[in-house]
């Protein structure tokens, strides 16, 4: 497997957590549009309005890259923006909300990481047979 093969099964794996925990219906648009890196998003749900970036890094200086790259996407205009990071720790962050167009992302509520899902899962031990079904049925 190659570096962006890794990132497409990781994006796959993260589209069924959130799908499975979340109720939504993402789709990989990478997928869905035949190639990689669609800018500043990699998993969209057209009903509830919601794009998700999937990256392993958790720095800034990302997180602000991809807000920009919505931003000045016409087609994502009403979206709201999910940052996965690939990590099971969230560093600490001295900035709480980050505007992007007539958006506002916030760290509590649209920024997602491993630490993250697996205390939604604890949470809720239903969780854990309906991530682990959804695992097998794919």
């Given at each position: 497997m190659g570096h962006?093969?890794?990132n497409l099964f990781m994006e796959d794996f993260v589209l069924l957590l959130l799908n499975t925990i979340f109720g939504y219906q993402l789709e990989n648009i990478n997928h869905k549009f035949g190639r990689n890196n669609v800018k500043g998003i990699d998993l969209i749900d057209e009903t509830k309005k919601i794009c998700?970036?999937?990256s392993s890094r958790t720095d800034i200086?990302?997180?602000k890259h991809t807000l920009k790259g919505v931003a000045e996407t016409e087609a994502l205009d009403g979206f709201n923006?999910?940052?996965f990071a690939l990590t099971d720790e969230s560093p600490?962050?001295?900035?709480t909300k980050l505007s992007y167009g007539a958006n506002t992302?916030?760290?509590t509520t649209d920024y997602y990481d491993f630490s993250i899902i697996l205390m939604i899962i604890n949470s809720n031990p239903d969780l854990?047979?309906?991530i682990c079904h959804a695992l097998l049925s794919t």
């Open positions: 962006f093969d890794a998700i970036q999937v200086e990302k997180i923006l999910i940052y600490e962050r001295k900035v992302f916030s760290f854990s047979s309906k």
